[in-house]
């Protein structure tokens, strides 16, 4: 979650134009970097996460409860949040092409708050509710399809297909702990690769609107439907601890290689004069792309499971708080990582440290709302389930807060 204030914030700072919807007049290839590596790996490990704590409120709570609550933190946020956030989104764009476009002799901000305009090539008919998309929201989009599948897939089998289940059950703990656990990487791969060869562009392709795009829905489904199988399996969570540090060392390597493929992919796409490869090459590129990121993706799976197994066997009390703070921070951030930026827009400063910067300025402001504005109210039910306390509002010291 917090790693979309990192990704949305460095998209303005990428060397290439006519990437994103803003660009800072100061660049860093470090953003491009961010971009790549943020993009491969976020969102699958964040759905195999979603799955197998969807599985868990579904097995304890039955599927009443699991309803309700799943409507509660996620198509309750999904609604309101889209109607909230996104004449915010229009108003940090249109605010952000004006201060551009203002001249240097009396430039202000406050100025562009009194003559800032609606109509901009990305701002038409402010807010334009007819042909906007989900936005960053697109993952609850999805997850109300996942739940709901998963959910009912679930009720069916264990009423109208018990032996086919029981030998489900055994086949998953064959391949996660049993005698084909050596097996479990190449199978893994095998149900994985087949959407991922019908992707556009290398990695997953955008969600840009609100007709699923089949092939993403079901590619991420996939690490969706491992993370809720798992959750029946949990044992393979203790079993991970062994050679993850490997796993992830693993895992980082062919991150980075697929990173460079991935380059060399979007620079003959984009400067075909400095990369001149032909159709066949480039299909060849496309395919060994697709396989490295689908390969690297599970092995940070395996690795980063087990070595958070490792690291936190006791609740760290910060860790805790970023993870209850995680979900609004990431609703309420991208409107952010525009107009914080664009009011530095002049700042003239090396772009690598401006980026470092603008990402903690987006930061703080979100840190702050969350603390004394959904942490202990109504909001924070919605998005946490329930109030905490409040330190310094109830006097109560934050290590007492938990």
């Known amino acids: 979650m917090l790693l979309g204030v990192v990704l949305h914030t460095a998209l303005a700072f990428q060397e290439q134009d006519g990437l994103w919807i803003y660009h800072d007049p100061e660049r860093t290839p470090l953003a491009g970097l961010f971009v790549l590596s943020i993009h491969i790996f976020r969102m699958p490990i964040f759905f195999v996460m979603a799955g197998f704590f969807g599985a868990m409120l579904f097995t304890r709570k039955g599927p009443a409860i699991f309803a309700g609550h799943r409507f509660d933190r996620i198509v309750i946020p999904l609604v309101i949040g889209w109607f909230v956030l996104y004449p915010l989104l229009m108003w940090a764009i249109s605010f952000a092409y004006t201060y551009a476009a203002q001249p240097a002799v009396g430039r202000s901000i406050l100025e562009v708050f009194s003559t800032m305009s609606w109509n901009t090539d990305f701002v038409v008919a402010w807010p334009d509710f007819v042909h906007a998309g989900p936005m960053h929201l697109w993952f609850l989009y999805y997850l109300v399809y996942y739940y709901a599948f998963f959910a009912l897939c679930t009720l069916f089998l264990r009423k109208f297909a018990r032996r086919l289940t029981l030998f489900f059950n055994r086949c998953v703990h064959s391949i996660s702990l049993g005698a084909l656990r050596w097996f479990r990487l190449p199978i893994l791969m095998v149900i994985s690769l087949p959407l991922m060869f019908t992707m556009e562009d290398v990695g997953f392709d ?43 060392l693993s895992g980082l390597i062919l991150l980075a290689f697929a990173m460079i493929l991935s380059f060399i992919w979007y620079l003959a796409l984009l400067e075909p004069e400095s990369v001149a490869l032909d159709d066949d090459t480039l299909s060849i590129l496309f395919v060994v792309n697709q396989i490295v990121q689908v390969l690297s993706i599970w092995l940070l799976v395996f690795g980063l499971t087990g070595v958070c197994e490792r690291m936190f066997r006791k609740e760290n009390r910060t860790v805790r708080y970023l993870v209850d703070a995680s979900y609004w921070i990431y609703l309420m951030h991208l409107p952010l990582t525009i107009f914080i930026p664009a009011c530095f827009r002049y700042w003239d400063i090396d772009g690598t440290v401006k980026m470092f910067v603008m990402m903690i300025l987006v930061t703080i402001p979100l840190l702050l709302t969350y603390h004394f504005v959904v942490r202990g109210t109504v909001l924070g039910v919605v998005l946490s389930g329930r109030r905490y306390p409040v330190w310094p509002l109830t006097g109560r010291s934050p290590a007492n807060t938990e």
């Open 206 to 248: 955008l969600q840009m609107d609100w007709v699923p795009l089949w092939n993403v829905l079901g590619a991420y489904a996939v690490y969706f439907g491992v993370g809720w199988v798992c959750y029946h399996h949990r044992e393979i969570v203790g079993r991970l601890e062994r050679f993850a540090w490997s796993r992830l």
